[in-house]
């Protein structure tokens, strides 16, 4: 079973950045379409960026320009590069993967159990 383990959470100011990573094991993430989600206090589970297996990637628009997500197969790790971050970017952020393509749609089967980023103005 595919298991996601988050790091790199914390607190910036605003303009800061952060590099989130997840660690993927029981599985070759190369071979999973991953994404990374983000959820508020008090809001609904937003997409905010995927990867596929060819490495064609998807972004929310209100992260584009902004948001980088990679992978590096070698280390079987998933990373999102947040730049520019603002308050409205505060939010528990997870990983997900699944061998079925869900874009950034919260239906992937694996779940880590998340990183905070808080960033204050």
């Known amino acids: 079973q595919m298991q996601l383990v988050e790091s790199g959470g914390g607190s910036v100011q605003s303009g800061g950045s952060l590099r989130l990573s997840c660690a993927a094991s029981?599985?070759?993430?190369?071979?999973?379409?991953m994404g990374w989600f983000r959820q508020a206090p008090g809001k609904e589970r937003e997409g905010v960026a995927s990867?596929?297996?060819?490495?064609?990637?998807t972004y929310v628009t209100s992260v584009r320009g902004r948001f980088t997500i990679s992978q590096d197969n070698a280390k079987n790790t998933l990373y999102l590069q947040m730049n520019s971050l603002s308050p409205e970017d505060t939010a528990m952020y997870y990983c997900?993967?699944?061998?079925?393509?869900?874009?950034?749609?919260?239906?992937?089967?694996?779940w880590g159990r998340g990183t905070q980023v808080t960033v204050s103005s």
């Open positions: 997900a993967a699944d061998r079925s393509n869900w874009w950034l749609s919260p239906s992937y089967r694996y």
């Open positions: 029981g599985y070759r993430l190369s071979t999973y379409y």
């Open positions: 990867i596929d297996v060819d490495g064609r990637t």
